[in-house]
């Protein structure tokens, strides 16, 4: 599940712990996706890639996986670590060139020297069984249902939604103007659900993270517009760096900020959407879920 590549660690040969925590570090700045990232992490591993379940060839294996990366490909789920790897330490090099990431020389030996990590069609992982228990799909439509309950339409985005989380609320703000003017693709009261995981591009020293950097340029976005409301959280709980799970947006966001003398645009430009929303005493704190099948985000569009 989401947490297993930090969790179960253990450096390929030649490589230091604090080599791959340089790396890590790096990677989660550069605005690299999930996918990538765990890319990435598998060519540097003693144990993800496949390689724990070729460890322990010819026993069985069964492995129970709740996803938390777009797709569900269960080669990227915690970095695969039972599920023959795909991709190739070259495709590693690319990404590490791709993000201009600063890594330690012993990183790029081993990607250019290292052999490759077990394929499909090993036959050491002939025996393992793969099985995905949850998924962030499940989670929308179960949100959905909710919804219909309420007597609200529920319009389901996407569950694997990636991109910048300031450009991914520009879309959903076009979006929700759509359903308030048009009625399009759905007539208000509805509800836009998407679920994904979002990436930042650090450039400020603010705290926060991807659901409240999605919030505060949503609400942005939709300049205080009446009868529009959001809230984006990821389901393990913890958003970024603080312990907040995410946050809500009302028509009033802007205004209230304004008043309490806090620039919505200045924390954005920061990275500082925690601040944002702290101010105002709307963060989203559930604790830990003990799950995680990536974000979700909602935005309600009233009925004028």
């Not at 509800?191 to 609400?219: C, D, M, P, Q, Y």
């Not at 309490?260 to 929303?277: E, R």
Request: glycine content about 12%; charged content about 20%.
């Amino acid at each position: 599940s989401g947490g297993g590549s930090a969790l179960l660690a253990l450096p390929a040969e030649g490589l230091s712990l604090e080599d791959k925590q340089a790396v890590n570090k790096a990677l989660l700045k550069s605005g690299a996706t999930i996918s990538e990232m765990n890319t990435v992490r598998k060519h540097l591993s003693a144990i993800k890639g496949g390689r724990l379940a070729a460890a322990a060839a010819p026993a069985k294996v069964v492995a129970l996986m709740i996803s938390d990366v777009p797709g569900d490909d269960p080669s990227i789920i915690a970095s695969g670590p039972t599920v023959p790897d795909p991709s190739t330490n070259q495709d590693a090099l690319g990404i590490i060139e791709k993000y201009r990431i600063d890594v330690p020389n012993s990183v790029l030996t081993r990607l250019r020297t290292a052999d490759e990590t077990p394929k499909p069609g090993d036959p050491r992982l002939a025996r393992v069984e793969n099985i995905i228990i949850a998924t962030p799909q499940a989670s929308l439509e179960a949100a959905a249902e909710v919804a219909r309950r309420a007597g609200v339409k529920p319009v389901i985005l996407g569950d694997s939604i990636e991109g910048e989380s300031r450009d991914v609320a520009l879309v959903h703000a076009g979006i929700a103007r759509q359903c308030a003017m048009r009625g399009q693709p759905e007539k208000p009261p509805c509800v836009l659900i998407s679920g994904g995981e979002t990436t930042i591009t650090l450039k400020g020293n603010g705290k926060g993270g991807r659901n409240t950097e999605f919030l505060l340029a949503l609400a942005i976005a939709l300049e205080g517009r009446g009868g529009i409301y959001a809230l984006a959280g990821d389901t393990d709980g913890v958003d970024g760096s603080e312990d907040n799970a995410g946050a809500l947006i009302y028509p009033d966001t802007l205004a209230r900020a304004e008043k309490a003398g806090i620039s919505a645009k200045a924390m954005l430009a920061d990275n500082d959407p925690w601040t944002f929303f702290a101010g105002l005493g709307d963060l989203l704190v559930t604790g830990p879920t003990l799950t995680n099948v990536n974000d979700f985000r909602a935005v309600l569009i009233e009925k004028g």
